[in-house]
């Protein structure tokens, strides 16, 4: 009965991880380059360097920043407690402003199943400030991350923020493969 339970949630994480990366997939593969084709290069952050400075949200051309965070749900605990929703010192784990360590209210937290919750981000919303990820990578498994989203970066000669990245955390990729987000999120079923 346990392992019928167990297997029920597992299944539910596991096609809502699959949905919400297609959702997430479908918003970036589906999205034609604002400047670039996929002959071009293009910049695109490192997600295993970057050490969320902040500068991401201050120093593109662009305002807001055409740095977002999006998350990787594979890789996400769906955490009671999530270091990346919850601001330290919260009053409670709720979804009070005052409880939310997102300065823009960017991420939606939903209640799944006790004890698990999962967060999706609001693009719109989202300045690309890289508290979450921050907070994620502290006290979680680090499936919060920032991406350069081409369907809105201009593809400047000289990416603006990658000169002032204290991590090196931005590089050309190529145009016909532009994001390095973290993880494999087609491969598997969520069994472990
Ligand atoms: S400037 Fe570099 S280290 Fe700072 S948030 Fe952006 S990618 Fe991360
Ligand atoms: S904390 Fe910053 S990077 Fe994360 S969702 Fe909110 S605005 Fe975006
Ligand atoms: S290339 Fe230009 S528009 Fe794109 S992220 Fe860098 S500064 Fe912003």
């Known amino acids: 009965m346990e392992r019928k339970k167990t297997k029920s949630r597992r299944e539910f994480i596991s096609s809502s991880a699959r949905f ?12 034609a380059f604002r400047k670039s084709t996929a002959d071009q290069w293009v910049w695109q952050i490192d997600p295993f360097k970057c050490s969320w400075c902040g500068r991401c949200a201050t120093h593109c051309v662009l305002n807001p920043s055409a740095v977002k965070c999006v998350h990787a749900y594979e890789l996400c605990g769906y955490c009671d407690l999530c270091g990346g929703y919850l601001i330290p010192g919260h009053s409670d784990r709720s979804t009070a402003a005052e409880n939310q360590l997102c300065p823009t209210a960017a991420i939606e937290r939903k ?16 300045i690309g400030c890289a ?29 603006a923020i990658a000169r002032v ?24 079923d969520g069994e472990t």
């Open 20 to 31: 919400g990366m297609v959702l997430a997939l479908g918003g970036i593969g589906g999205l």
């Open 111 to 126: 209640f799944i199943e006790e004890p698990y919750y999962e967060y999706k981000i609001n693009e719109s919303l989202c």
């Open 131 to 159: 508290k979450c990820a921050e907070g994620c990578s502290a006290f979680g498994n680090g499936s919060l991350h920032l991406q350069i989203m081409h369907h809105l970066c201009v593809n400047c000669n000289e990416c």
């Open 165 to 188: 990245c204290p991590s090196d955390a931005i590089k050309r990729v190529k145009g016909s493969d532009p994001y390095l987000m973290k993880g494999d999120f087609t491969a598997g």
